[in-house]
């Protein structure tokens, strides 16, 4: 299984949209766990990711921020035929 982790607060546009592009990326076709992580829990969290969010991490590698590109999301998940890839 695969881990999707948002690093986010309330009230955050860019979360929201992020978010949203990943469920239409993802759907139901890929085996993948979405945590959203709210960053105003964790001083250290806030300090490093104040002004930057959405960070998104899949598989613990930082992947995109503020904004995620539905191309580069798929490509990781999927091949050119939209057939699910084992692992990276």
């Known amino acids: 299984m695969h881990k999707i982790i948002i690093y986010s607060k ?12 990943i469920d ?3 759907g139901n076709h890929a085996d993948v766990l979405i945590e959203i992580v ?14 930057a969010i959405p960070v998104i ?3 613990g590698t930082e992947r995109f921020r503020y904004r995620v590109d539905p191309d580069k999301l798929a490509q ?5 035929f939209g057939v699910k890839l084992l692992g990276f």
């Not at 309330?10 to 592009?21: E, G, R």
Request: hydrophobic fraction near 35%; charge should be negative; aromatic fraction near 10%.
């Open 76 to 80: 990781i998940f999927y091949n050119e």
């Open 24 to 26: 239409r990326v993802i």
């Open 57 to 59: 991490f899949v598989d």
């Open 38 to 51: 709210n960053i105003l829990d964790d001083p250290e969290l806030q300090i490093k990711y104040k002004d």
């Open 10 to 21: 309330p009230d955050c546009h860019l979360c929201d949209v992020a978010k949203q592009t």
